[in-house]
């Protein structure tokens, strides 16, 4: 393993910086905790957030977002798909 544009590479492959992983950690938590709360299957979550473009909400606003509680996050999320539902009417 090397480091090249500081990022580590392993065999010739990029790896995700450190900020790219908390990121990522963060929406499978999300993704998760969502699919439970709703009763759906992963594929089923799945569709729905990216319908609406939640993954990259929670990407784009993960500083404030990662903060918060599940039960929170869980409202936020609900919140932001029907505003997006609404939207698109």
């Known amino acids: 393993m090397c480091t090249r544009d500081g990022r580590e ?9 450190k900020q790219q992983q908390n990121v990522a950690y963060f929406q499978t938590f999300c993704i998760g905790q969502y699919k439970n709360e709703k009763g759906l299957t992963g594929e089923e979550a799945m569709k729905e957030l990216n319908r609406y473009g939640v993954l ?34």
């Open 9 to 17: 590479v392993f065999n010739g492959r990029r790896l995700m910086d």
């Open 56 to 89: 990259d909400y929670l990407s784009d606003h993960f500083e404030i977002l990662h903060t918060q509680s599940r039960q929170w996050l869980l409202a936020d999320i609900d919140e932001f798909i029907n505003t997006r539902k609404t939207q698109r009417q």
